[in-house]
Every structure is written in C-alpha cells, then in structure tokens.
C-alpha cells in the first residue's frame, strides 16, 4: 500500500497513520543500523540504539518540516545524537575492526584495482582510521558506508558543506600521509584520490 509512495508525501502521511511509519521503519532500519553498528561496533547495543532511534521519531514526526534535505538526515541526526550519549555513557570510543573496513566500499567511478589495493593496505588503513577523532571517523562511515552526499552529511553532523568537504580532504590527507609512512620502504599508496597519485 506505501511502498509505491514517494518520501515526502510517505512523511506526511506518517504524521497521521501508524502505518506509513511503519513503512518508514522498514525503509530506513537498515540504514540506520548500519550507521550506529559502525560507530558502536557493537550489535546489541546498535540495535537497542535504533529502536530507539524510531521510537523518537514516531514521536517527534508530527513537528519535522522538510528543509530540503533527505527524510534520512533528520534520522541520521537523532541517531547521531544517541550515539554520542551512548559513548558519554559508556565512556567509550568508536573502534572499527577489520572487518568494517573490508566491508567498505570504494567510488564505482574509480578504476577497478583501487579496491584491490585498498584491501591489501587494509590492515594499515585500520590502524591509521582507529586513531582519528570520532568526527573523522563519522565521516568516513557515511561516506564510504552510507555513499551520503557533502551536503547530506553536513545536514547530519549539524556543519556547511563546505566545511564537510574541506574536513573529508584533510581526512584523507591525514590517512594517506599516515599509510605511506606505514608503508616505508614500500612503495606510497596510488590509489589515494588525493595528492600523489591520480588526480580527481
């Protein structure tokens, strides 16, 4: 009955009938799961945290008022926020496994061996990743994991788009700087989009 009904108007009728959440919830678990699983590395915990997630949001849903961006940003957000209570809470920091990263997916408009590389660098890419700021690390995750837009993500961590993408260069900088150190005397990484190497 909803899974033919675009977003906004799938919104809009969520504020009046239980139902259509419902459909929102099946739309969005997924992703919401992947976000929190990322940040949390802990899937009990994640999905405690993403009910939850809906739960706010079936009960602030009649207020949201969309402002251009993705239904998915105004979720993003309160996942966000969870998160970080969770980690105030628990005193406890973001630590990605190897198994994350293997998961991660590079741009498909890149040549294909960029992935083979990047996986053979995984465990080193790890390391380096494991001692950025959450921030960092959260931005990371929705880019290579959620494929979120600059503009998307700024919406989601409350910045401009402009500052995500200065943020997502240094990052990348920091990482790729910090791996070609790793890999002394091996040759530096190519498939780093930035800096030495191609060129985007």
């Known amino acids: 009955m909803y899974k033919d009904i675009d977003e906004d108007n799938l919104v809009e009728l969520a504020k009046v009938d239980v ?6 919830y099946l739309r969005y678990y997924d992703r919401m799961y992947n976000y929190v699983y990322y940040r949390t590395s802990n899937h009990n915990d994640a999905e405690d945290i993403v009910e939850r997630v809906f739960e ?23 996942a966000r926020n969870l998160v970080a209570n969770w980690h105030r809470d628990n005193s406890r920091r973001t630590i990605l496994s190897l198994d994350d990263i293997t998961r991660w997916q590079v741009d498909p408009r890149d040549p294909p061996d960029i992935a083979t590389e990047l996986l053979e660098h995984r465990e080193l890419l ?33 910045r401009s788009e402009g500052a995500i993408k200065s943020l997502y260069h240094r990052t990348l900088r920091a990482l790729r700087d910090e791996v ?21």
Do not use: C, T
């Open 56 to 78: 706010r949001a079936f009960k602030h849903i009649g207020r949201y008022e969309n402002k251009g961006y993705p239904f998915s940003a105004w979720l993003y957000r309160i």
């Open 126 to 158: 790890l390391e380096a990743i494991q001692r950025l700021p959450a921030d960092r690390q959260e931005l990371l995750i929705l880019k290579f994991v959620e494929h979120e837009s600059n503009a998307n993500i700024g919406q989601i961590m409350g």
């Open 180 to 200: 070609d150190e790793l890999l002394k005397p091996e040759k530096p990484l190519s498939w780093w989009p930035l800096g030495r190497g191609r060129k985007r």
């Open 19 to 24: 139902d259509a959440f419902g459909e929102i």
